[in-house]
């Protein structure tokens, strides 16, 4: 936890601007690669079943990032309240908002669980793949479900501890879950035999011990303050109407990812469509993990933003901003730079299938070049949400998947998977940044106070 001195104000130098995101975005980094790490675990032990199980997962992680991924708002929003309090002074305050996001996670996550479980085979349906491929993302996502509510409560927990200024304690978290899910998974699927479904039980498991790690450091916080443990039913309900924006932005962007897995189907049938999904499985997994490399920056940036503004500084905030965008900017073209260089090795490491790894090669090159637009749409995304601007995000989000939508399943039925991943990095990425560079020369986002 960070301690009674934690600064409320923006720093006011540039090397004290640089200090401090590094000092969040680094621990930043290493927790939120945790996710990533998790499908990449995931990816090399069912990698090693075969090509058809490989597919299956690709569809089912898709499946399953769009649950979870819809509720993030439990991090990012439980982040720009919690810093905002603790930038007015109130600690004491912040602590109880983010009991509120936990208790609105336990919720979320049992009735995502319950109604998600039985329309599994359905929702692996809508991606129409073959018998054998739907068999295998159907046993992994179904164990994988039970798994939803310990990673919402592991996004609330964490979205607090970021508000709170504090990076390091989710890494430690992060750091011991991987390393579990990792030796889960080897004995569950390969030692005991368990196939695809194995893969799924090992990640419940770290995945709930991880859940727990956090919920008890933020209890613990929470009854050195006086904060309440118990649920309150306002306080539930008034987080849920503040997330409700980003859920929409967030909607927005799971859209966008499904309707890019769905316009690979469109381009090839049999063999040819599980080696595409299998190597659009494997490029996603690899760019949403460099990817965090750039959310790092964001959520440096959530939680300074909110600071900042809760302690009435604009004119910090308005440095601080500048400063971000350049480390966004700047790992963007290291973050690029290193996918080019490594992606005719990468294949092999995760399939034996050479199908699969000569078809990444071009996707991942695709994705190299846009890296550095992709740094500055993070970063800004991360500034805006850590302002509070959810409603922007969320109208701003369904004027880029107007644009991205046609084109994307356009070039998926005429070109098929690199002709999708170069929509992707050039409409979705692009019209994005427009989106958020002119909401940031407004600079309607910016209102003070608690």
């Known amino acids: 936890m960070p301690s009674e001195t934690t600064p409320s104000a923006a720093p006011s130098t540039r090397r004290e601007v640089d200090r401090e995101i590094l000092r969040l975005a680094w621990p930043a980094f290493l927790a939120l690669v945790a996710e990533p790490l998790f499908l990449l675990g995931d990816a090399a032990v069912v990698g090693r079943l075969g090509t058809t199980p490989l597919a299956g997962l690709g569809i089912a992680s898709g499946l399953l990032q769009t649950v979870v ?102 890494l430690v978290v992060a750091v011991v879950a991987n390393v579990a899910n990792l030796v889960l998974n080897v004995l569950l699927v390969h030692g005991l035999g368990w196939g695809i479904a194995g893969s799924a039980w090992g990640s419940v498991l770290a995945q709930a011990g991880a859940a727990a790690a956090l919920v008890v450091v933020v209890a613990r916080g929470a009854r050195r303050e006086g904060a309440p443990l118990r649920p309150d039913a306002g306080g539930v309900l008034a987080a849920a109407r503040a997330g409700a924006p980003l859920v929409v932005r967030t909607l927005t962007l799971r859209a966008a990812l499904l309707a890019t897995t769905a316009a690979v189907t469109l381009g090839a049938t049999g063999n040819a469509l599980d080696v595409d999904l299998a190597a659009h499985q494997l490029a996603m997994t690899l760019w949403t993990f460099l990817a965090f490399v750039l959310d790092a920056v964001a959520i440096a940036a959530q939680a300074l933003t909110g600071r900042s503004l809760g302690a009435g500084d604009l004119a910090g905030t308005r440095a601080l901003t500048r400063r971000m965008i350049g480390w966004g900017l700047v790992g963007g073209v290291a973050t690029g730079a290193l996918l080019a260089a490594a992606s005719p090795f990468l294949g092999p490491l995760f399939t034996p299938d050479p199908a699969v790894a000569d078809r990444l090669v071009p996707v991942l090159l695709v994705a190299a070049v846009l890296q550095p637009l992709a740094g500055v749409v993070f970063v800004l995304d991360g ?63 910016m209102v003070t106070g608690a």
């Open 383 to 445: 500034v805006l949400i850590g302002a509070g601007d959810g409603s922007y995000l969320a109208w701003g989000g369904l004027a880029v998947l107007v644009v991205y939508l046609p084109a994307v399943l356009l070039a998926g039925h005429l070109a098929g998977l690199v002709a999708v991943w170069a929509a992707f990095s050039v409409v979705f990425m692009g019209a994005r940044a427009v989106v958020l560079l002119l909401r940031n020369r407004s600079g309607a986002w």
């Open 69 to 170: 991924g819809v509720c993030v708002f439990l991090a990012y929003g439980t982040t720009a309240s919690v810093s905002r309090r603790l930038g007015a002074g109130d600690r004491r305050g912040a602590l109880a908002q983010g009991v509120d996001g936990l208790w609105l996670a336990v919720l979320i996550g049992v009735v995502a669980t319950v109604v998600a479980i039985p329309l599994a085979p359905f929702l692996v349906g809508l991606f129409d793949p073959t018998a054998a491929t739907g068999d295998q993302a159907v046993a992994y996502l179904r164990p994988a479900l039970l798994g939803t509510t310990p990673l919402l409560l592991m996004l609330a927990a964490t979205g607090v501890l970021r508000g709170l200024q504090d990076t390091r304690t989710p």
